[in-house]
């Protein structure tokens, strides 16, 4: 482990203490020297009495305390507009330190962070997360980084920390593009199961049967093995991932594939779905929760 702080101890900051954030700052703070910032101060004072860690002020008193800095917010929006200002990270940012971009972003976004930071000595790799609220309480997190190889391996002792399968995919910006196609598949798998299962509910075999039959075949998914066991067929619908976060992340990897002038009709058609569904659900829904409007439509519950 890359020794930055006294007594070789690794000083993080991290900024986002979120749905995901948190787990992922908890295994910071039990493996290096951890300081937080939230946009809502009563989130991190209660993260940092369970879990043993300072509580800095502003972004800006976040990025001074440590060399390596995580953010991990809704969109690289967020993050690009916490860079500025008297209290933004840029003001913290000593030479030499990194920032490593949690979010799942953009990629423009990230190449433009990345191009801000480097005149300041700065630098920056764009590292993405997946395996959900359960990956990151495990420490088992999937991080695809963008970056140069020197940056990534700065990186990888505190990804270390949370992440277990973490792979430089390409430059700049290519952490973000892997993440946004990983999650419009994952959107696309949800829509698809839920109007089958939904179907075949109407034709009278059982969601229960039905699963039990397609994860032994070809079109099985997590979806299918994990999300709509555990979440549409019990009903529990937990809220881990909000569906707009998702809608967000569909909208990324479409635009990304016109970008790349790939004919992509699948894609389109499932950011827009998602698009509704936004409209439809709110803010708060969680991304499983999609599968009731396509319940809605089609006048079934799929239970049982
Ligand atoms: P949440 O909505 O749970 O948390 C968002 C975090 O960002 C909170 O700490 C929030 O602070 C902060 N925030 C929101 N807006 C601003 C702002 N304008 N300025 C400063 N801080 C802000 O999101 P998640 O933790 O679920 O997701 C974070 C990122 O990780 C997203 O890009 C998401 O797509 C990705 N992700 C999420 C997964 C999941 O399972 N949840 C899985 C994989 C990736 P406050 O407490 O004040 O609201």
Redesign the pocket.
């Known amino acids: 482990m890359q020794a930055l702080g006294r007594l070789g101890v690794t000083k993080v900051s991290f ?8 787990p992922m700052a908890r295994h910071v703070a039990a493996k290096g020297e951890l300081t937080v910032w ?3 101060r009563a ?1 991190a004072d209660a993260f940092a009495a369970a879990d043993a860690c300072r509580v800095a002020d502003t972004p800006r008193e976040a990025a001074a305390a440590s060399r390596i800095v995580i953010t ?4 690289s929006r ?1 993050v690009e ?2 860079l500025d200002g008297p209290d933004g990270l840029l003001a913290g940012l000593a030479p030499g330190a990194l920032l490593i971009d ?4 953009d990629p423009g976004s990230s190449r433009r962070i990345a191009s801000r930071l480097a005149p300041h000595d700065i630098a920056f790799v764009d590292a ?6 359960n990956g ?1 309480l495990q420490g088992a997190l999937t991080v695809m980084c963008g970056g140069d190889d020197a940056t990534f391996q700065r990186a990888l002792p505190v990804l270390q920390m949370f992440g277990r399968k973490i792979v430089l995919v390409g430059p700049i910006g290519a952490g973000h593009a892997l993440k946004a196609v990983n999650n419009a598949w994952l959107a696309a798998h949800i829509w698809a199961a839920a109007e089958g299962l939904a179907a075949l509910t109407k034709a009278g075999v059982k969601p229960s049967v039905a699963l039990e039959v397609i994860n032994a075949s070809s079109g099985r998914s997590n979806t299918s093995e994990n999300l709509v066991p555990q979440r549409v067929v019990t009903g529990a619908y937990p809220r ?3 569906l707009a ?2 809608e ?2 569909v909208a990324i990897a479409a635009e990304f594939m016109r970008e790349q002038r790939v004919p992509s009709a699948v894609t389109q058609q499932v950011a827009e779905l998602f698009r509704v569904a936004r409209d439809v659900l709110g803010e708060e829904a969680d991304h499983v929760e999609a599968v009731r409007l396509i319940e809605q439509w089609a006048g079934v519950e799929i239970r049982g």
């Open positions: 900024v986002g203490l979120g749905a995901i954030g948190a939230n946009r809502t989130t991990c917010l809704p969109t967020e507009a916490l949690c979010t799942s972003g993405p997360v997946s395996g959900g609220v990151a881990t991932f909000k976060l998702l967000k992340d």
